[in-house]
């Protein structure tokens, strides 16, 4: 495993101590809801929101042109391409995009774009120091420089150092691959996207992660739908009676808001031992929480065993309608696979979260998109105060692409 050494730590405690701070204030706020019988933490009121920002196509392109056209991305994590040569594709935001990791350790992005012609040059992840192209042959290196040209006689006088592949803005920080979808020669300055999330990232040292399992899921509704049911715990006992909603409790948050940003936690029903009990007997707490990293990414650390942690990643798509979507879903270690029983639970954590997913979740956000198609105009939903976060993402969505929500709906 490589370590690619991530961020640092504040001067007064280690990032591990920091998580383990955090992780006993949430458990703090979590008995204290557990001891009222069943609290929550609420927005001041609930929100109502038009049912046409999931389904109206002019949003919808306002959302692909300024959102996913136009600001950083999750793309990969560090650990995805860990050695020099290292390549992926991250096509999923629009144009195909070639990542990779140079002999300097440094990650560059480009276009996946032969300069011959146009053709598409990497298609798999892989491993080269030369990427050859499909088409001709021409063959390019890590920083992009056109190193092979077969046939240069029917060349003669082109400007190789013109030819290069054509640069997309990248950055990578903490563990994690950003980039912007369109070309471009900035690094991004991923801390200062991050702003005030930057630190509640970095203490999970994502930069020492190692890939487990990943899957791509994809539903029949508006990406925004789909994101919408990770954020709230509301509906556990009833969606999910037979999963989550055995081990924890419903409609029982607790939420942090970093600006457009937030993490979220749904307590476990074990919390409720606890009540009541002095905190000095309370076991060593694991942290484990939801994360929104805007506009679309879920990271979700948890565990099904105490102590095999594991960390999952939704990132979620607009497809090429307003009612198609995409969800790269990707599983990893996050100090890497210890053993073998280890690696077999990490695994079951996608596959496990990938069935209840694909067949609660997501049939869900599929049935009720196909309803708002056939919604009267102007019909609205309404997020409840107990489903906060939804709150939060939705105003930061709408405002990002342009088109901030009426009045009656902030
Ligand atoms: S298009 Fe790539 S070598 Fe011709
Ligand atoms: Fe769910």
Same mark, same amino acid.
């Given at each position: 495993?490589?370590?690619?050494? @991530?961020?640092?730590?504040?001067?007064?405690? +280690?990032?591990?101590?920091?998580?383990? $701070?955090?992780?006993?204030?949430?458990?703090? &706020?979590?008995?204290?809801?557990?001891?009222?019988? #069943?609290?929550?933490?609420?927005? =001041?009121? =609930?929100?109502?929101?038009?049912?046409?920002?999931?389904?109206?196509?002019?949003? !919808?392109?306002?959302? /692909?042109? %300024?959102?996913?056209?136009?600001?950083?991305?999750?793309?990969?994590?560090?650990?995805?391409?860990? /050695?020099?040569?290292?390549?992926?594709?991250?096509?999923a935001?629009?144009? +195909?995009?070639?990542?990779?990791?140079?002999?300097?350790?440094?990650?560059?992005? !480009?276009?996946?774009?032969?300069?011959?012609?146009?053709?598409?040059?990497?298609?798999?992840p892989?491993?080269?120091?030369?990427?050859?192209?499909?088409?001709?042959?021409?063959? !390019?290196?890590?920083?992009?420089?056109?190193?092979?040209?077969?046939?240069?006689? @029917?060349?003669? @006088?082109?400007?190789?150092?013109?030819?290069?592949?054509?640069?997309?803005?990248?950055?990578?920080?903490?563990?994690?691959?950003?980039?912007?979808?369109?070309?471009?020669?900035? &690094? *991004?300055?991923?801390?200062?996207?991050?702003?005030?999330?930057?630190?509640?990232?970095?203490?999970?040292?994502?930069?020492?992660?190692?890939p487990v399992r990943a899957s791509v899921m994809q539903t029949?509704?508006?990406?925004?739908?789909?994101?919408?049911?990770?954020?709230?715990?509301?509906?556990?006992?009833?969606?999910?009676? +037979?999963?989550?909603?055995?081990?924890?409790?419903?409609?029982?948050?607790?939420?942090?808001?970093?600006? $457009?940003?937030?993490?979220?936690? !749904? =307590?476990?029903? @074990?919390?409720? &031992?606890?009540?009541?009990?002095? %905190? %000095?007997?309370?076991?060593?707490?694991?942290? #484990?929480?939801?994360?929104?990293?805007?506009?679309?990414? *879920?990271?979700?650390?948890?565990? *099904?065993?105490?102590?095999?942690?594991?960390?999952q990643i939704f990132r979620?798509?607009?497809?090429?309608?307003?009612?198609?979507?995409t969800t790269l879903f990707a599983v990893y270690?996050?100090?890497?696979?210890?053993?073998?029983?280890?690696?077999?639970?990490v695994e079951m954590a996608h596959d496990g979260t990938r069935q209840v997913v694909m067949?609660?979740?997501y049939?869900?956000?599929?049935?009720?998109?196909?309803?708002?198609?056939?919604?009267?105009? #102007?019909?609205?939903?309404?997020?409840?105060?107990?489903?906060?976060?939804?709150?939060?993402?939705?105003?930061?969505?709408?405002?990002?692409?342009?088109?901030?929500?009426?009045?009656?709906?902030?």
């Open positions: 495993m490589a370590d690619f050494g @991530g961020a640092p730590a504040p001067a007064n405690e +280690s990032w591990a101590q920091r998580r383990t $701070r955090i992780a006993r204030d949430i458990l703090r &706020r979590s008995v204290a809801h557990a001891a009222a019988g #069943g609290g929550t933490d609420l927005a =001041p009121a =609930p929100m109502v929101n038009l049912a046409n920002v999931y389904t109206d196509p002019a949003r !919808f392109a306002a959302e /692909k042109r %300024e959102i996913f056209g136009k600001l950083p991305l999750l793309a990969c994590l560090s650990s995805d391409i860990p /050695k020099p040569g290292d390549a992926l594709v991250f096509e935001a629009g144009p +195909s995009i070639l990542l990779v990791r140079n002999s300097q350790g440094i990650v560059n992005a !480009f276009l996946n774009m032969c300069t011959h012609r146009g053709a598409k040059l990497v298609r798999e892989c491993n080269r120091k030369l990427f050859t192209c499909p088409f001709h042959a021409w063959g !390019f290196d890590a920083d992009g420089l056109l190193a092979a040209l077969p046939g240069e006689r @029917g060349f003669k @006088g082109l400007n190789k150092e013109g030819r290069k592949l054509i640069a997309v803005p990248v950055g990578e920080w903490a563990g994690m691959v950003f980039v912007k979808a369109h070309a471009g020669d900035e &690094r *991004i300055d991923v801390e200062a996207w991050l702003g005030e999330f930057a630190p509640e990232l970095a203490q999970l040292e994502l930069h020492q992660t190692e029949r509704a508006n990406w925004k739908f789909a994101l919408d049911t990770y954020g709230e715990g509301y509906h556990f006992a009833t969606l999910h009676a +037979s999963s989550i909603g055995q081990t924890h409790f419903t409609d029982m948050t607790v939420y942090e808001r970093f600006g $457009r940003c937030h993490r979220v936690n !749904f =307590p476990d029903k @074990g919390t409720a &031992r606890l009540v009541g009990k002095p %905190e %000095e007997e309370w076991p060593e707490t694991e942290y #484990g929480a939801v994360h929104f990293l805007f506009p679309n990414t *879920i990271l979700f650390i948890g565990s *099904i065993t105490p102590g095999r942690v594991f960390t979620h798509f607009p497809g090429d309608a307003v009612g198609d979507m270690a996050p100090h890497g696979v210890r053993d073998e029983a280890y690696q077999t639970e067949t609660e979740d049939r869900v956000a599929a049935e009720g998109w196909a309803n708002m198609a056939h919604a009267p105009e #102007g019909w609205s939903v309404v997020y409840g105060a107990n489903e906060i976060a939804l709150h939060n993402q939705h105003r930061a969505i709408a405002e990002a692409c342009g088109l901030p929500l009426p009045e009656a709906c902030a």
